[in-house]
């Protein structure tokens, strides 16, 4: 069980890593388009491949910290069961609905988005804009990205599961265990 336990803790902490230092786009991200909306208004002028920047940041953010969302239980989720669940029900449910929904989810997004990065690496895709960015092919892989990270963060989640079943949740750190009040972060 300690070694389940290492593996959810390994896990949670790639996507933490990712989810720190990915979450710092959201300032470029606010930083690129106030420098747009200046050079629009006041100067009149405007680069598209500003436009696309932070745009492009948006999508790498947002698909690079889908995992660490789920490590905080950020996904929106119906709550009117499971939040006042006893924590080995949460537990039962978490790894139901893992193999259920996130692992098909995964394998999905996978099998269609890896032909569509694949391509977009073959020709080195650049914006559809007239002046945009290069390097449409790096976004792109961010689609794969989020389902290793996403899938990763499951796994922890089911080993998490399967620890609480198990009686060893104790082997877990606190901000990795279920809390009582519904939620676990």
Not at 157 to 162: G, Q
Request: proline share 3%; aromatic share 16%.
């Amino acid at each position: 069980m300690s070694t389940l336990a290492f593996l959810v803790r390994a896990l949670s902490a790639i996507n933490r890593l990712v989810g720190h230092v990915f979450s710092w786009l959201a300032l470029g991200i606010v930083l690129v388009c106030f420098a747009v909306v200046v050079q629009r208004y006041f100067f009149a002028t405007t680069h598209l491949w500003m436009q696309d920047l932070y745009v492009w940041l948006n999508g790498a953010m947002f698909t690079a910290v889908a995992g660490f969302a789920l490590l905080r239980n950020d996904h929106v989720r119906v709550d009117i069961f499971y939040r006042p669940a006893k924590v080995k029900t949460k537990a039962l449910i978490d790894l139901i609905c893992v193999f259920i929904f996130l692992v098909p989810f995964c394998w999905i997004v996978w099998v269609y988005g890896y032909p569509f990065v694949a391509r977009s690496w073959r020709i080195y895709e650049a914006s559809a804009n007239p002046g945009g960015m290069p390097g449409l092919f790096i976004l792109k892989t961010f689609i794969l990205a989020f389902v290793v990270l996403v899938a990763l963060q499951g796994l922890a989640m089911a080993l998490r599961s399967i620890l609480v079943l198990s009686n060893s949740e104790h082997l877990l750190p606190a901000d990795l265990r279920y809390e009582s009040d519904g939620s676990s972060h």
